[in-house]
C-alpha cells in the first residue's frame, strides 16, 4: 500500500543554517505530495504541495520537488529562522483510492539564534 | 477567512465518561476526516466522510469510538467510555469536492485528557 517515510528528527539548527528534511513515498498510482507545518499548539497548516513528477512547490522560502525517479519530496530552505521552528510532516494524497491520506511520522525543527 | 472550528479546545474528563468533540467544517467542503495525535504513534487517521457518508472508520475502536455526521456542516466524534490511553490531540480536517480536494484545512484540535 501506499506510505510515506520521513526523517526522524529532532533537528537543531542554527539561524540562517540550510534545511533539509527527506521524504521518500511509496505509491500505486499518482499521488500528490504536501509538506505540512504544525507549530506548538496548533493544528497542521498546508505549507506547499506539488501535484506531478518535477513539480516544485514552494512557500515562505521552503521548496520541494516532486522527484518521481528516486520517489522523494525533500524538504529545503536556504536559510532558516526562529520563526520556522516547528514539526514537519511529509504527506501523500491519492485521488484514486478516494481521498485517503498518509502522513509521515512528522519531524520537529529547532532553529537557535 | 474560512477555518475548521472544533469545540472544546480543552477537554479533562474521569474514566468512564462520556466525551463528545465537534468539528465545523469549512462551508463547501464536504470530504472531513478525523486525526488523533500522540507522542507515541504520531498522526493517525480514525475516519473520514464524504458527503456525510463514512468512507473508512478502520482506524478506530470499534466498541468505543463513534463518528457520525448529522449535517454538513457539524461532524462528531464521540468516545463512551473514555480511557486514559484516549489522552490525545483529535484533530478534524475538511477538504473541497474533487478535482480540489487533495488539500485538508486542519482545526486547532481538542486536546483530551482522560484521569
Known amino acids: 500500500g501506499d506510505s510515506v517515510t520521513q526523517m526522524e528528527g529532532p533537528v537543531t539548527l542554527s539561524e540562517e543554517a540550510f534545511l533539509t528534511i527527506n521524504c521518500t513515498y511509496t505509491?500505486?498510482?499518482?499521488?500528490?505530495l504536501f509538506w505540512y507545518v504544525q507549530y506548538p499548539g496548533e493544528g497542521l497548516q498546508l505549507l506547499l504541495k506539488?501535484?506531478?513528477?518535477?513539480d516544485k512547490g514552494s512557500n515562505k522560502g521552503f521548496e520541494a520537488t516532486y522527484r518521481k525517479e528516486t520517489t522523494s519530496f525533500h524538504l529545503e530552505k536556504g536559510s532558516v529562522q526562529v520563526s520556522d521552528s516547528a514539526v514537519y510532516f511529509c504527506?501523500?494524497?491519492?485521488?484514486?483510492?478516494?481521498?485517503?491520506?498518509?502522513f509521515g511520522t512528522g519531524t520537529s525543527l529547532t532553529v537557535i539564534p | 477567512d474560512a477555518r475548521v472550528t472544533q469545540t472544546p479546545r480543552h477537554k479533562v474528563t474521569e474514566m468512564g465518561q462520556e466525551v463528545t468533540m465537534r468539528c465545523q467544517p469549512i462551508?463547501?467542503?464536504?470530504?472531513v476526516f478525523w486525526y488523533r495525535q500522540t507522542m507515541m504513534q504520531g498522526l493517525e487517521l480514525l475516519a473520514y466522510?464524504?458527503?456525510?457518508?463514512?468512507?473508512?472508520d478502520s482506524g478506530m475502536p470499534k466498541d468505543r469510538f463513534s463518528a457520525e455526521m448529522p449535517d454538513a456542516t457539524l461532524a462528531t466524534l464521540k468516545i463512551q467510555p473514555s480511557e486514559p490511553r484516549d489522552s490525545a490531540v483529535y484533530f478534524c480536517?475538511?477538504?473541497?469536492?474533487?478535482?480540489?480536494?487533495?488539500?485538508?484545512?486542519f482545526g486547532p484540535g481538542t486536546r483530551l485528557l482522560v484521569l
Open positions: 504527506a501523500l494524497g491519492e485521488l484514486n483510492t478516494g481521498n485517503q491520506f498518509y
Open positions: 505509491a500505486t498510482g499518482y499521488p500528490s
Open positions: 506539488a501535484t506531478k513528477a518535477d
Open positions: 462551508l463547501g467542503h464536504n470530504t
Open positions: 466522510f464524504r458527503n456525510r457518508a463514512p468512507l473508512d
Open positions: 480536517a475538511s477538504a473541497l469536492p474533487r478535482p480540489y480536494q487533495e488539500t485538508q484545512y
